[in-house]
């Protein structure tokens, strides 16, 4: 998606009341399925849209990103898995990500 999306993604919840959250990869270490920049939206209602791993964290960012909505307190969140743990479940390599999740 990109930025222009998200923003009309907001612009339609924000529309319907819905208070939401937007979780942004700020880094990545190693390999990993997205690339720094990719975001995903939550509502409060739990409705997302986007990515920020393909499936493996989302989520967890979710949850984390519903207390962000309620709170109002970003939070910056880190996965990660090493070398050695990847080869023991068929992965080719490890890697770390971090998640800005912030109320917008």
Not at 34 to 60: F, H, W
Request: glycine fraction near 14%; hydrophobic fraction near 45%.
């Amino acid at each position: 998606m990109s930025l222009l999306d998200d923003l009309a993604v907001r612009d339609a919840w924000k529309a319907a009341g819905k208070g939401l959250a937007a979780a942004t990869v700020v880094s990545v270490e190693g390999t990993a399925p997205r690339p720094p920049g990719s975001r995903m939206l939550v509502a409060d209602d739990g409705e997302i849209v986007g990515s920020v791993s393909g499936g493996c964290v989302e989520g967890d960012v979710a949850t984390r990103a519903l207390d962000v909505i309620s709170s109002g307190e970003p939070a910056v969140v880190t996965y990660g898995i090493t070398d050695d743990q990847a080869f023991e479940v068929g992965l080719a390599c490890g890697g770390t990500i971090r998640v800005l999740i912030e109320k917008w």
